[in-house]
């Protein structure tokens, strides 16, 4: 290297050593003051964790999910909170945003049980997240209630720290293909007369619920004629349409979470796209009826809960008055997603093992969730050997004059199937 | 002077007044001073003992300092300023997860299952994959370096930069649109055969020795001819050509080895993270692939603890801001590379070589030269 | 793959229109940001990675002002302005500093700038995709196979129009002379009396405005999010790379031919390779450009 001419100046030799020596000591410094380790239980407050999706592709979902947890927060400690040994303990909530990030999911776990000292888990959003979630609690055997990642990836490896309260994924759109076969036999057609066509998002939950539906079409016998992946930043789906317009299927189904959706519905109406079936995924949380207005009507929409369904408890309510109250608390919802609700739910689970557990030790607070029977306005939760909630259906409704109406199951339905949709564009 | 880059003699200049003998003196060796190195060894070595909760994240600097140092390979010694050299980093990820897997079962079942099938191994079996996939990854990268090298080493100065940028995005597209490695899922990696803390520490030296290793490596490197020739190349292309320097060969070893360790790094993350996704924890273009070129400026390019003070440095503001800035985090990082850019762009380093320059071997001659311009001494 | 294009050559030949026009109508956009982006390199010799936030942030004020009631066709002046302010702020704020530096620097610090308008916009308006609604019928064609949003004619006319007004304004104008006097000789500007600072703003406050217009139509014809900026930045890095700085004509060209190339490769191969397109044309820019930089020299118009 060369330099400019300057001037030659002698200084002690000390000072630049010292400095590489002080920024190694502020490394130090730093790393102890970037976190102060905390207890489980602060005074009155038991403290739970979560990493959650704050920002990043799933973030409008991540926050759904942190208005659900802290608005069954705050409902259980007006309530009184939770009583444990005969003292009565508020809740709180550590928060760290994982960005959407699986891998950094793993890594804010980790602080949250090592440095933090958390002993009780929420659960991040989407399951990719929660798939990497899952080992790292299995490991520390800290149990984790959690209530946004439906794939069946978590369900098949024996975890024992692991609680959903939601439904898997592979029984989102098995309605809609019940229906799409019914639906053939009235017309004097076949099952496997019908013609499917799929646009997934190629994430973990997508390719997933794909999978559900591909089981279901085969035991119709049904054909598949467009296989379709999302590009990953889910801004345009337009070829696809274009060949749905052309190859004219029976049934179209669409999952690429919210912003898929938004996407999908914006586009179908665009290239006026008409198919007698269309089912898609995460409309509630894509607002697509805000957005769309009638041209989303017929929309077939799978949820997990839905505020007409006549569940209720001790803490909200029934489900409508869970959503009156979501709705006063959080600006800028028309609907509520389902999304917020099981975040609630998982909150009530909490609350109710320990306090049958009776105890704040982790492993003892674990068989108690293990053996949760509980109902809830989100619906029944129990839990399965495998840790998800086997008591609890999906539930498929359809955008009718801009409202969302029951259609699937028959047992709570409410309405009937409009069939075959007529675009409104 | 003679083939191994060493003085004997007097210097002029340098040695002026003083009786030095028969000494020998390499040009560009490193003169930092004993007690720095056990300072930095000890701390490594006692960290996971004194911090046990952070050994993860102070595994994390030793990686951030193998990105600082391995990119300014070629960025700052070689003057050619990659943004995509995180592609090795996950395309070791990608060939270690394929060869561990590989060993045991066949890849194609094992990742169309999307995360429904889990290896586990015994420590035996674990370690084994673990070597044997990280060595193939470092020369899987090395190969892919080569070949990507001899189309892109033509380009020049921000043509090179944005080239190498969208051979890091077009990696990341298009790894999560091939099935066989588990598309837009990813690769489940065999699950670690122990303790979780355990882990933690394993990893944590398994970084620490990688970091340790390129570190020295680069330093005998550096204290060599070819470092001499790489800041040759870096300083004026075309006359290094005419000199006789094989530019092009030069450049692919350069590049060849920042892919070695990067392969390496990205092969151990992998088996550490737990599984291998193509867009946030394999290629992270955006992030960490521009992160290290920042890394590097910030403590000063073209030196040898530059790299290491600007990935310290920045490795605790980004987990400081990330605690207590949440939300404005990336605001805050986008500001320090703004401000570094433009206002600081010589680095720690290179700001305390001006300071103090007797202290780095450098000598800045007052006298003018016959010609009028001034004399100047070898550096390191 | 072969499906695809049997559907394009056998089953349904018509919806190649489909396909061109769609590409011809998203490409007009990805032109205006590349002319930007041709502009600045080529007159102070910026490379400016914040192209694609600039594209952004203008769909994002659209959309704001859309909340306010104001129909995005009218916001397209409004937003114009308001990026050619902040444009000009940036410039004196960053951009000055980095002119005389090395190439590498402009990279970088406007790295810099895009990251913090990518998470400003993401703190401000949330990470949700918008769009700015305009409320326009559409046509439909062929029995409805081929359909053609009436917003997607009228932006392609806006983009011809802005497209029109730049050109003239650079060709007639006493400012546009002196940006062409400054881009081709600096000094020798300078001694003639041109106030080259001025003009180094006023050509980034331009392109920034040129942006955020672009930004607006995007907002009408697709989606926006903060972090779509960086697709935009790579199709506007293709196009001038392919094009050449100075060749507008041949700008106009590789921007229209990027929006139907994407199109077709969406179809035929699959929407998940329509974004690694871009990428992959880059790539094959920047080698087929290296034999030609190795012979010629760069003239700049």
């Not at chain 2, 002026?16 to 004993?34: L, M, S, Y």
């Not at chain 2, 020795?209 to 005998?220: E, P, Q, S, Y």
Request: charged share 15%.
């Amino acid at each position: 290297m060369t330099y400019r001419k300057e001037s030659v100046r002698t200084h002690s030799a000390i000072l630049p050593r010292t400095f590489s020596g002080l920024v190694l000591a502020g490394a130090a410094a730093g790393m102890i003051a970037a976190g102060p380790a905390g207890a489980k239980v602060e005074g009155d407050t038991i403290i739970l964790g979560s990493a959650n999706s704050l920002t990043g592709k799933y973030s409008s979902n991540g926050i759904d999910t942190q208005n659900g947890y802290d608005l069954a927060i705050k409902k259980i400690n007006e309530m009184g909170g939770v009583t444990v040994g005969g003292k009565q303990y508020k809740l709180a909530v550590t928060y760290y945003d994982d960005e959407s990030t699986p891998a950094r999911t793993a890594q804010l776990l980790e602080r949250l049980i090592e440095q933090d000292g958390v002993q009780y888990i929420l659960g991040p959003y989407s399951s990719p997240t929660t798939i990497a979630a899952a080992p790292v609690v299995e490991k520390y055997k800290v149990p984790m209630v959690e209530a946004e990642g439906a794939s069946r990836a978590l369900f098949n490896k024996g975890y024992k720290y692991t609680f959903a309260v939601l439904s898997t994924s592979e029984q989102y759109l098995a309605s809609a293909i019940g229906l799409a076969a019914e639906v053939a036999e009235k017309n004097g057609k076949k099952p496997s007369d019908v013609r499917v066509a799929m646009i997934f998002e190629n994430d973990a939950f997508s390719q997933d619920v794909r999978a559900g539906v591909v089981e279901d079409m085969a035991k119709y016998d049904m054909q598949v004629i467009l296989d379709d992946k999302m590009p990953s930043d889910l801004s345009d789906i337009s070829a696809s349409l274009t060949k749905v317009k052309a190859l004219k299927p029976d049934l179209l189904v669409i999952s690429g979470h919210n912003k898929g959706a938004v996407t999908a519905a914006r586009q179908i109406k665009e290239l006026q796209v008409e198919v007698p079936m269309i089912a898609m995924t995460h409309c509630e949380g894509a607002k697509v009826i805000d957005q769309f207005g009638a041209s989303a009507d017929g929309y077939l929409c799978p949820t997990q809960w839905a505020e007409t369904l006549s569940y209720s408890d001790e803490y909200f309510g029934s489900a409508a008055e869970y959503d009156k109250l979501f709705k006063e608390t959080y600006d800028g919802y028309t609907t509520v997603p389902y999304q917020a609700a099981q975040a609630s739910a998982a909150v009530l689970v909490w609350k109710d093992a320990l306090e049958r557990a009776n105890s704040l030790d982790p492993q003892k607070v674990r068989d108690a969730l293990a053996a949760t029977d509980m109902q809830t306005f989100y619906g029944q939760i129990k839990f399965s050997e495998a840790g998800n909630n086997i008591a609890k259906p999906m539930v498929l409704r359809q955008i009718q004059n801009g409202e969302y109406n029951v259609v699937a199951p028959s047992k709570w339905a409410s309405h009937e199937l409009v069939w075959p949709r007529e675009a409104m564009y | 002077m003679t083939s191994d880059n060493t003085f004997s003699g007097e210097v002029a200049g340098r040695d002026a007044g003083r009786d030095t003998g028969d000494r020998k003196i390499a040009i560009n060796a490193d003169r930092t001073p004993w007690y720095i190195y056990v300072l930095v060894i000890g701390f490594g070595l006692i960290a996971p003992f004194i911090f046990p909760a952070y050994t993860t994240q102070i595994a994390f600097l030793w990686l951030m300092i193998l990105f600082a140092l391995t990119w300014d390979i070629c960025g700052g010694q070689m003057g050619y300023n990659s943004l995509g050299n995180i592609f090795f980093f996950g395309a070791g990820m990608y060939i270690s997860a394929v060869v561990q897997i590989g060993i045991f079962t066949d890849v194609r079942t094992y990742t169309s299952a999307r995360g429904g099938e889990q290896l586990v191994l015994d420590n035996a079996d674990y370690f084994f994959s673990l070597f044997v996939g990280t060595g193939v990854a470092a020369v899987g990268c090395v190969v892919l370096a080569i070949i990507l090298g001899r189309i892109f080493f033509g380009l020049r100065g921000p043509y090179f930069a944005i080239g190498t940028l969208g051979i890091a995005l077009a990696a990341r597209e298009l790894a999560g649109t091939w099935e066989w490695v588990g598309g837009g899922s990813g690769i489940a990696m065999p699950v670690y055969p122990g303790q979780p803390h355990e882990k933690s520490v394993v990893f944590y030296i398994i970084f620490l020795v990688l970091a340790a290793l390129t570190f020295v490596f680069l330093r005998w490197l550096y204290s060599t001819r070819f470092g001499l020739a790489i800041n040759a190349i870096r300083d004026d292309e075309e006359k290094a050509e005419a000199m006789g320097i094989h530019t092009l060969r030069h450049k692919l070893i350069g590049w060849s080895i920042a892919a070695f360790f990067l392969g390496m790094s990205g092969a151990v993350f992998g088996n550490m993270t737990g599984f291998v996704e193509p867009l946030e924890v394999a290629f992270p273009a955006a992030t960490f692939g521009i992160f290290m070129v920042v890394m590097a400026l910030l403590g000063g390019k073209g030196t040898l603890w530059g790299p290491v003070i600007g990935a310290t440095l920045f490795h605790i503001v980004k987990e400081v801001t990330w605690i207590y800035l949440l939300g404005w985090q990336w605001v805050a990082l986008g500001l320090l590379i703004v401000v570094n850019v433009v206002f600081f762009q010589e680095g720690i380093m290179g700001w305390m070589q001006r300071r103090w320059p007797e202290r780095f071997g450098i000598t800045v001659d007052d006298r003018t030269t016959a010609d009028g311009g001034v004399k100047q001494g070898a550096s390191s | 793959m072969f499906d695809n294009l049997s559907l394009l050559t056998q089953l349904a030949p018509v919806l190649n229109v489909q396909l061109l026009l769609d590409g011809l109508f998203v490409g007009a956009v990805f032109v205006l940001a590349a002319y930007g982006l041709a502009l600045v390199w080529g007159v102070m010799n910026v490379k400016n990675l914040a192209q694609g936030e600039y594209v952004i942030m203008g769909g994002y004020f659209a959309w704001h002002l859309g909340t306010f009631g104001i129909h995005p066709v009218l916001s397209l002046p409004l937003v114009f302005g308001l990026m050619f302010v902040f444009g000009w702020v940036v410039y004196l704020l960053v951009i000055k500093w980095v002119i005389s530096r090395d190439l590498f620097t402009s990279l970088l610090a406007t790295f810099g700038i895009a990251l913090i308008v990518q998470q400003a916009l993401n703190l401000a308006y949330g990470p949700e995709v918008r769009t700015a609604e305009a409320g326009f019928g559409t046509n439909r064609l062929f029995g409805g196979l081929v359909t053609v949003a009436d917003i997607k004619l009228i932006s392609f006319g806006l983009c011809i129009l802005l497209a029109a007004s730049v050109i003239v304004f650079m060709k007639k104008s006493r400012m546009g002379q002196a940006i062409r006097a400054t881009a081709q000789d600096p000094r020798a500007a300078k001694i003639m009396g041109i106030d080259t600072e001025q003009v180094y703003a006023f050509t980034y406050a331009l392109n920034a405005a040129i942006c955020g217009a672009a930004g607006v139509i995007v907002s009408m014809i697709w989606v926006i999010q903060p972090f779509y900026g960086i697709p935009h930045s790579i199709r506007a890095f293709v196009i001038v790379t392919a094009a050449g700085l100075g060749n507008i004509p041949g700008v106009i060209i590789a921007g229209l031919g990027l929006g139907v190339a994407e199109q077709y490769s969406g179809f035929v191969l699959g929407l998940e390779f329509q974004q690694a397109t871009a990428l992959i044309l880059l790539l094959l820019v920047l080698i087929w450009r290296q034999i030609q930089l190795a012979q010629h020299r760069q003239v700049v118009q």
